[in-house]
């Protein structure tokens, strides 16, 4: 369980996060969803006492994290794949951070199996692919067998085989009872793995729910798309009932306002065959886009205003 | 649940906590697992031996320009013998953050005195062990050069205890003081010019006037003296510190740098 009250973190005159509530509780993969620089890194790295909040606190497993007795054994954190220094092996680093907590050898030897680093355990961190630096980062915050989990950007640099392990793991420790808390900016990684998400936009609160809940508050969620031997009288039909038309192509339409029965009824009465039928389900991704529009702090200029 | 990617957790430990015994534990690993450790130590060691191997050659001044001593031969070459031992305490506390490692470092001991601590007792057990081991090495190396058959290492003679002891003594207390300053500046390359200016301001400003003696170079240079030299500086009354109080001097220095450190250390965000 993580507790996050009014949090806010100012450098100098810009404020990187601010005012943030949220609860990411056990038993669910919680996502981390904004654009760079909305605050993910900075929120995350105040929970586990790395920066200092400006105001406000955060709480892990009911305790503030500096008052934590083992806290591998409390929070198993990756930052940042990079957090190792380059000249030791990955056998010393987990042997080094295991003995601060106690933590036999056998345990580092089976987070080891576990990452997938078995055949690379006694090389230098410093050659390691991106993709080897998150699985040895995986495997530092697995070490305490912690309940609760935070992961920065987990997925990045892994290759699809990593990226279903990861998946999978996520997922059993969820399922665990344990609660797993990661930020991604790939909106369609989260879409498969989160059960819930808390989305920030310039340090601010955006959304805090069930993905399902926030994929259906989506602009594009409920339209529905038909595809019919005369768009142009169906369209008019539609308008009239006062819905919201847009047409696709030249057979293709998007109605906004009516249901998919309605649609088909009406196509029915005006003797227009219908060759398709859908509703459009929202996906993250225009979730997301909606709800951070107005809190991208770097839009590329070339694109702004630039119609389609 | 197909696959079991997560095993039921073993060899955890019976009592949970993160004590100064284990951190320390820790650090002495994460340094020793370090090439730069094993480097820095190696070099320390063979360049006081071989310094004062070549210091056993020396017809032109005779055992007589060496007081007879063993301990004042073998102590002449740890004034550069230093250099490598100050790296390596810089590079203790500088290194975590221009690695990144310090995030985990410490996100595993939050409570960061502790984190200092055990990185102080660390380097300062590494510098002692590297400073006797050198000049244990020095003395056997003089002993059986030309000029050893001329040479005697009294226990009682007032100053082989000094030399040796002292030297040691030094050499801890400088790596220490390259630890807080390394800690403190976070910038490996700044820390080491520091500390070299710190370590060897000594030499420029000697018989300057009295200011060198507040350095922390100087306990270095005065332990290792012969009587003879320190009566010398004595005499020409600039000099209030003697070899022992430049001791204290330098353990100030080593004092408000690891203060400095633990003061930005709690204060400043990783």
Redesign the interface.
């Known amino acids: 369980m993580i507790e996050v009250t009014d949090l806010t973190k100012r450098y100098g005159s810009t404020t990187a996060v601010d005012g943030l509530t949220f609860t990411v509780r056990p038993g669910a993969v919680t996502g981390f969803l904004g654009p760079n620089g909305a605050g993910k890194s900075t929120t995350m790295r105040m929970i586990v006492g790395l920066a200092r909040p400006s105001a406000g606190s955060t709480r892990v497993n009911g305790s503030r994290y500096a008052e934590l007795r083992a806290p591998l054994q409390e929070v198993g954190v990756m930052l940042d794949g990079r957090s190792v220094h380059p000249g030791r092996t990955a056998y010393g680093h987990l042997m080094a951070l295991a003995r601060t907590h106690g933590i036999g050898r056998a345990r580092v030897l089976q987070v080891i199996e576990l990452a997938g680093l078995g055949s690379v355990a006694r090389r230098r961190v410093g050659g390691y692919s991106l993709g080897m630096a998150q699985r040895l980062g995986i495997a530092a915050a697995l070490l305490g067998d912690p309940p609760t989990l935070i992961l920065d950007e987990p997925v990045n640099g892994l290759d699809p085989d990593g990226v279903m392990w990861i998946r999978n793991l996520l997922r059993e420790l969820a399922d665990d009872g344990r609660t797993v808390f990661l930020s991604s900016h790939l909106m369609h990684e989260l879409a498969e793995c989160a059960d819930r998400v808390v989305v920030i936009g310039q340090g601010r609160l955006l959304a805090d729910d069930d993905l399902d809940t926030v994929m259906a508050r989506s602009a594009r969620s409920g339209v529905v798309r038909v595809r019919s031997t005369d768009s142009a009288r169906l369209a008019g039909a539609a308008r009239g009932v006062g819905a919201t038309v847009r047409a696709v192509g030249t057979d293709v339409l998007e109605i906004s306002g009516l249901s998919a029965e309605a649609v088909g009824a009406a196509a029915a009465e005006l003797g227009i065959a219908v060759l398709e039928l859908s509703t459009v389900a929202g996906t993250l991704e225009e979730a997301y886009l909606d709800l951070t529009a107005g809190a991208v702090e770097y839009r590329s200029g070339a694109t702004t205003g630039s119609g389609r | 649940?197909t696959?079991a990617?997560?095993?039921a957790?073993?060899?955890?430990?019976a009592?949970?906590?993160?004590g100064l015994a284990?951190?320390v534990?820790?650090?002495w690993?994460?340094s020793w697992?370090?090439?730069?450790t094993r480097w820095a130590v190696a070099t320390t060691i063979a360049l006081t031996a071989v310094l004062a191997a070549m210091t056993g050659f020396d017809s032109l001044v005779g055992a007589d320009g060496y007081g007879h001593s063993l301990a004042y031969l073998a102590g002449g070459g740890l004034l550069f013998a230093q250099l490598p031992l100050l790296v390596h305490g810089v590079l203790t506390g500088a290194?975590?953050f221009s690695?990144?490692?310090?995030?985990?470092t410490?996100?595993?001991?939050?409570?960061r005195t502790v984190a200092l601590l055990a990185k102080v007792i660390t380097v300062a057990a590494t510098a002692a062990v590297t400073s006797i081991a050198a000049l244990a090495g020095a003395v056997a190396l003089a002993r059986i050069s030309p000029l050893g058959q001329d040479l005697a290492l009294a226990v009682d003679d007032g100053y082989s205890v000094r030399i040796l002891g002292g030297g040691a003594a030094a050499m801890t207390l400088l790596a220490v003081l390259a630890l807080g300053v390394g800690m403190a500046v976070r910038r490996p390359v700044i820390a080491i010019a520091l500390m070299f200016g710190l370590g060897l301001s000594e030499l420029a400003l000697m018989g300057a006037d009295g200011l060198a003696q507040w350095l922390p170079g100087h306990a270095l240079v005065t332990v290792t003296a012969l009587p003879d030299f320190l009566d010398l500086v004595a005499s020409m009354g600039e000099t209030v510190v003697g070899p022992w109080a430049s001791l204290g001097v330098l353990a100030l220095w080593a004092l408000l740098a690891v203060t400095l450190a633990a003061v930005r250390l709690r204060r400043s965000?990783?």
């Open positions: 649940m696959a990617l997560l095993p957790a073993v060899a955890l430990p009592r949970r906590g993160v284990r951190v534990h820790s650090e690993a994460k697992g370090l090439r730069s290194g975590e690695t990144g490692s310090a995030t985990t410490l996100a595993a001991v939050p409570r965000d990783v």
